[in-house]
Each structure stands twice: as C-alpha cells, then as structure tokens.
C-alpha cells in the first residue's frame, strides 16, 4: 500500500495508538505516505527546517510550553507557518491542553488536529510500527505457509500437486499451519512476513473432503496467525526433464519483493512421503543458519579424497601396493 488514510490511524485497535479528534467530524481521507514521523520542535521557531507534509507531525509538552509563552500575534504566525508548509495532520501527545487560539486556526484551514494520551516516544514507535505494516510492500500468492521447528516454510507449486495435504500431514506430526491457498506476504526490513486473511484464517480445502478447521480439529497449538518465512519449497511434477542438485550443493534462491529466500525444488511421485522430506529440509535449514552444510561439507571431504588418490604418483610398470 503506498498510502494510509487518517481515519485508520483513528480506528487502529492493534497498535494502541488511542487517537481522538479534536473540532467537528470532518473527511478523514487525506493520506500520510511516509513511515517516519517528525517532531515539530524548531520549525515552530520559524526557521526554514525542511518539513515533509506527508509525514505525520507530533506536537509534545515541550512544544505546547513555547506556544503558549507565544503572545496571540506570533501563534497565529507560528500557525501560518504549519498550514502555508503543507502539515495535514498534527498528533497532540500527552492529551496536553493546546490554546484554543492555535488549534482553532489549524482547524478551520483543514489540518487534522488529533491527541492521544501517550507520550511522544510512545506515540512515535507505536505508530511507526503501525505505519512501517501498513505502507510495507505485499504481496498475496496461491500455497500454504507452514511453520516446521520453528522454520516457515512456504509451499508452492501449481494448483492440486498437493500442497494442502503435505500440510495437512505436517499439522497432524505436530507442526504450525499459518495460512492455506492463499497466503498474504508483506516485506518487513529485510524480511518477509506471511499471514492469512481473517476470513479463512485456520482453515484448510483438502479435496475430497472440502473445508476443514485446524484449530478446531488439532487446538490451539496446532495454528499461528503469522510467521517469517524462512524457506520455500517448490513441489513440481517429476519430469526426466526436471533439472536437480544431485547433492544439493548449489544454494538456489527465490525472490519475493525483492528478498532472496533458500529454494528447494521437490519432485512429486506416487508413494513419495513429501511431509517427512519437507521436515528433514527445515532441520537442515537450521543446521546451514548453525554453520553446518552436510552437502558442501561432504563435497568437500570428497574432494580431499580425490586430491590425496591423486597426489600419489603412479608410473608405468610400477605396482601400488
């Protein structure tokens, strides 16, 4: 999303930012596009300090003294200043009592003037956090996101291979479904998030049987509302064209919103237990993030035998005992 309207910073329940606004309802469609939020501080001074009317503005306690040690004249400049600037939204945090004079002004020239009872830092990482979620890139792709010890493993691959049901039989070795057909993807910093919409969050369609509820079926235990995915593992029809690392030894990626994630590439075949393979994949990821590649380990101890085999100079008409 590239833009988050105000009236959803007034209707946020899951970030505590406990907003309310002042004067009479008026639209609250106007847009803030940027994560970070700015202090006011010196540009109630007048200076020409860079202002980005996208952003937020918080008013503290430290800016409320300054301004009511203004006489009427200068508060009216100093809110001249805000408005001919661009501000659209002005937080007051503290709930602190801002003269009427100043806020009126701000009002009646269409600047959203909200208070929340937090004080400013609170207020600043709560709806940071908030923010950085909702304006974060995302993404909603087709298979089923699992969490595996710990390790969420996404799995894709075209429909009916049988995703639903390799997570079906993880859920039932005691592992974590997150999201089923269709999972919600948001990059997060450097990492990916995924989750499930609330409309068929915990719910999985096995065909043949049709729509089951995890939770209801395995607990609580058995379900998770989000995960960071730490791995994808492709499920694809086996084909002798199918192109595979024998050792897997190469370290192939897959990009989502531009983060690159470990791939592994799985062949589907009648009688092939993928749940069990997929579990071993997870193990192995947290051996790699512990510092132990079996596959490069072995070609590496393998290399070494052939390199010792071959140091041995060998002549013609000479036996090696």
């Known amino acids: 999303m590239d833009f988050v309207e105000i009236s959803e910073l007034i209707n946020d329940r899951e970030y505590g930012l406990e907003?309310?606004?002042?004067?009479?309802?008026?639209?609250?469609?106007?847009?803030?596009?940027?994560?970070?939020?700015?202090?006011?501080?010196?540009?109630?001074?007048c200076l020409k300090v860079k202002l980005h009317s996208a952003r937020i503005q918080v008013l503290g306690r430290t800016e409320n003294i300054y301004i009511k040690h203004l006489d009427p004249g200068q508060r009216t400049e100093t809110a001249n200043i805000l408005i001919e600037r661009g501000v659209k939204c002005i937080v007051i945090t503290r709930m602190t009592k801002v003269p009427k004079q100043f806020t009126n002004q701000l009002l009646d020239a269409g600047v959203c003037v909200l208070r929340t009872p937090l004080a400013s830092d609170e207020f600043i990482e709560r709806a940071t956090n908030f923010l950085t979620n909702r304006l974060a890139p995302r993404l909603s792709i087709h298979g089923v996101l699992i969490d595996v010890l710990g390790v969420g493993v996404l799995l894709v691959g075209k429909g009916g291979i049988g995703k639903s049901e390799c997570a079906l039989d993880l859920v039932h070795r005691g592992h974590r479904l997150v999201a089923d057909d269709l999972v919600e993807l948001v990059r997060w910093r450097d990492y990916i998030v995924g989750y499930c919409s609330q409309l068929i969050r915990h719910h999985m369609e096995i065909r043949g049987l049709g729509i089951i509820n995890i939770q209801d079926l395995y607990g609580i235990a058995s379900v998770r509302d989000k995960k960071r995915v730490d791995l994808v593992v492709e499920l694809a029809e086996w084909s002798p064209k199918l192109?595979?690392?024998?050792?897997?030894?190469d370290d192939d990626v897959y990009?989502?919103?531009?983060?690159?994630?470990?791939h592994i590439k799985l062949p589907v075949l009648p009688g092939k237990n993928l749940s069990v393979i997929v579990e071993v994949a997870a193990r192995n990821h947290l051996l790699k993030k512990g510092g132990h590649d079996s596959a490069k380990e072995f070609q590496e101890m393998l290399s070494r035998e052939?390199?010792?085999?071959?140091?041995?100079?060998?002549?013609?008409?000479?036996?090696?005992?």
């Open 306 to 321: 052939i390199a010792a085999v071959e140091s041995v100079a060998v002549f013609p008409g000479e036996e090696v005992e």
């Open 19 to 45: 907003l309310e606004q002042l004067g009479e309802p008026k639209e609250l469609s106007m847009r803030i596009s940027e994560v970070r939020i700015h202090k006011l501080g010196l540009l109630l001074t």
């Open 243 to 249: 192109k595979l690392d024998p050792l897997g030894v």
């Open 255 to 262: 990009i989502i919103l531009g983060v690159e994630l470990p």
